[in-house]
């Protein structure tokens, strides 16, 4: 289970550096792009800025989601000391 | 600005005291074991645990820091935003429950439940007070810079106030009292910024040519100016010596390129507003400046104008406002001294909208994207500042920055942000830098690290973290509003812009101040208490029961923790009264480089790879700590800010130290592993 779980939360986390390092790559070597508006006159900074935010949560919840089953209740304390 | 107390902040700040300490006494009897001082027994419910985290996380940088960088600068505060919630991301995935499953009281717990090490523990131990030494400092220049304008208090009692809180707070009650303060401040926090940002958008914008008072910045023109050629410019700058007349540097960003313009002084005299003016010529340290200092005959006052235009455009001449501490230490405002009441001479609060959208002056309520799309085609005006100084002492002008909104919400607006519009790759590493530490920051500071010992299990450690990360980002996406809100509210005050937030609480209405002054004033406390416990089980669990080998019962063991509490609170105190002057948001992006240099590699190597071993621990959290701290000590910002040197003799390439350190924090732990590592099992 715990082997499980941590795959997960790679594999999530995968999918989210590639999104920060896409923002942060654009903001570093093409400004510019961050200055158009492509939807609702508002600019991409904006709009990367919060869907970053946005993903961060959405991710949280699905690994909240996906690591629930049958977890076991007993902490493994204990097994390192 | 003049700030006076007004009754209802100090209503409101002395009942949230009380509450603080009343609930810290109140819970005093539970924290009477180390378990239940360091870790309220494992007992802390997920949700509470989850909003703690916010109340933990979310600092005096974020909410002062922040919101004041994006009321002067735009969209670039937002940037630390999305870096510090980023980093939440690497802390549920990564080191959420296996630092749950691993440690028990401290972060060196974790790092060291392989090996049982005393060097594992001393390094751990010293690299979590470093980080949270570090972090402490912007917290307690924040109280103080807080209390000023609050309740009129000076700095230093700001700070001592704070830290005598605190104190109070964790020696009652450890994690238990900590825990229940941090809850109540990061969900007062989140619940009245969104209410802010609800009033602002509900506001909407409103063109002005002058700030909260009323007042009118004044311009004429246009003036001519004289482009200088690019030998005689070269000849000034050679020879230092510049005529006596004011220098407009105006840069076209089309071919990246600047010219250089002189304005002569009896073209400034001819305008209307000057008949019954004299202009002065730039004398000093006033020469090669694009300002301009124009006496009144009548009373003799000086004030300062700025000249601005853009490529193509006529030159303007632009009120500005001057700030001047004299040799004596006095404080004037243009020329007279500083009244301390209302109506007496003092710094006008600025930041406007110029011009709307479609000529309008007004636009109402706001939806939450049409504001960005409204400011996005409008102008504002910001302010900037340059200290110059002469015989009569050291004066900061204050000058207006006509900015169209476009600009505002880009990045690299700030000149901490400015490489990044440059073509130089070198000059986006500072950037990568930040954006990398911030990123990996957050899964290694020790006060949010210990956190995840204060839940029972790992599911209820990976609740709490998903929790954390909704009410953070909330919050991170709020900041925006507020920020752009300060901004165009009319009520910024051009020396201070750790006072954006409140500040615009107080375009509101007054008690609407006084509460968001007193939640500002608690987050410092429930960050400050966090770091303080963590740095107290630093010392009497990593440092003195590990590595000194002092045998301490439970009950000796919560007495040598209250003790060192109370001496790192008077530390804290100290290095606040100490380092007044420094910007807060600025330290906290240190605090996370070395946190990620030193704590990082280790942390990641131990869950992730079977052959690390205790010396390449050690190595690693060494290596990582010392060579981000030096980075930083030997950085243009450290020697400009902190030695008052200039930024050209600084040693490294870039202030940021993150996109060097933390990779050598990786090599060095893999590589000493590599070196140390031996064929049996025997190196435990």
Known sequence: MEKRNSRIGLVLFVIYLVLYGGFVLLNAFSPETMEKTPMAGVNLAILYGFGLIIAALVLALLYGWLCKPAEPEVTERGVNE | ?684
Not at chain 2, 17 to 27: D, E, G, N, Q, R
Not at chain 2, 373 to 391: E, F, K
């Open chain 2, 1 to 684: 600005m003049i700030y006076e107390a007004t009754f209802e902040a100090v209503a409101v700040f002395a009942v949230f005291v009380a509450i603080t300490l009343a609930l810290s006494f109140y819970l005093g009897g539970r924290a009477k074991s180390s378990k239940g001082y360091f870790t309220a027994h494992g007992e802390i419910p997920w949700f509470v645990n989850g909003i703690a985290f916010a109340g933990d996380y979310l600092s005096a940088a974020s909410f002062l820091g922040i919101c004041g960088m994006i009321a002067f600068y735009g969209y670039d505060g937002f940037l630390y935003s999305i870096g510090y919630l980023a980093g939440w991301i690497v802390a549920l995935f990564v080191v959420a429950e296996p630092m749950k499953r691993l440690g028990k009281f401290t972060f060196a717990d974790a790092l060291d439940a392989k090996f049982n090490s005393r060097g594992i523990k001393l390094a751990a131990g010293i690299s979590t007070l470093a980080v949270s030494i570090f972090y402490l400092i912007p917290q307690m220049v924040g109280a103080g810079v807080l209390i000023q304008p609050l309740l009129g208090f000076e700095h230093w009692h700001g700070v001592v106030i704070v830290g005598t809180v605190v104190i109070i707070i964790v020696v009652s009650a450890g994690m238990v009292s900590t825990t229940w303060v941090q809850f109540l401040k990061g969900s007062l926090l989140v619940i009245f910024s969104a209410v802010l940002t609800v009033m602002i958008l509900v506001r909407g914008f409103e063109t002005s040519p002058g700030g909260g008072d009323r007042h009118v910045f004044a311009s004429a023109g246009p003036v001519g100016g004289r482009l200088f050629s690019t030998e005689n410019v070269k000849q000034h700058e050679e020879s230092g010596h510049w005529p006596e007349v004011p220098v407009v540097r105006l840069e076209d960003p089309a071919t990246n390129s600047t010219s250089v313009w002189r304005v002569e002084l009896a073209d400034i005299q001819q305008l209307p507003p000057f008949h019954e003016s004299t202009v002065l010529p730039p004398e000093g340290n006033w020469r090669n400046k694009p300002f301009v200092r124009i006496q009144n005959n009548a009373t003799g006052a000086t004030t300062v104008w700025s000249i601005a235009g853009s490529q193509g455009d006529a030159l303007m001449i632009h009120e500005a406002q001057l700030r001047t501490i004299t040799s004596e230490g006095k404080e004037l405002v243009n020329g007279v001294l500083k009244g301390d009441e209302k109506g007496e001479p003092e710094l006008h609060p600025v930041g406007t909208v110029t011009r709307l959208p479609d000529g309008k002056d007004k636009t109402g309520p706001l939806g939450p994207l049409e504001f960005f799309r409204t400011l996005q085609n409008s102008d504002v005006a910001l302010w900037g500042s340059t200290t110059i100084s002469d015989s009569g002492g050291e004066s900061t002008v204050y000058f207006q920055k006509p900015t169209p909104g476009s600009h505002v919400l880009r990045p690299g607006e700030h000149p901490r942000f400015a490489g990044i519009r440059k073509k130089e790759p070198v000059e986006k590493l500072n950037f990568l830098s930040l954006m990398l530490a911030l990123f990996c920051g957050t899964a290694s500071l020790p006060h949010i690290l210990i956190r995840y010992y204060t839940v029972k299990d790992a599911q209820s450690a990976r609740k709490s973290t998903i929790v954390g990360i909704g009410s953070i980002g909330f919050f991170y996406i709020l900041t925006l509003y507020l920020g752009l809100g300060a901004m165009t509210s009319g009520s910024l005050d051009v020396t201070n812009s750790n006072m954006a937030a409140p500040l615009l609480a107080k375009s509101m209405n007054e008690w609407l101040f006084a509460i968001i002054s007193a939640i500002a004033f608690t987050t410092v406390l429930g960050t400050v208490s966090g770091l303080i416990l963590a740095s107290a089980g630093a010392v009497s669990h990593d440092l003195i029961q590990s590595v000194l080998k002092i045998e301490l019962d439970d009950r000796q063991q919560v007495r040598v923790a209250k003790i060192a509490s109370v001496v790192v609170g008077g530390v804290a105190i100290l290095l606040g009264i100490l380092f007044q002057d420094l910007n807060v948001s600025y330290l906290v992006g240190w605090a996370f480089s070395v946190a990620a240099s030193a704590n990082l590699p280790a942390l990641v190597t131990i869950l992730f790879w079977k052959g690390v071993t205790r010396q390449g621990v050690i190595a690693g959290v060494t290596v990582g700590m010392t060579s981000s701290l030096a980075w930083i000590l030997l950085s243009a910002d450290t020697f400009t800010k902190v030695y008052g040197l200039s930024a050209d003799s600084a040693i490294v390439p870039f202030s940021q130290p993150g996109i060097v350190t933390i990779p050598l924090g990786f090599v060095t732990l893999i590589v000493v592993s590599l070196l140390t590592r031996q064929p049996s099992r025997a190196d435990g």
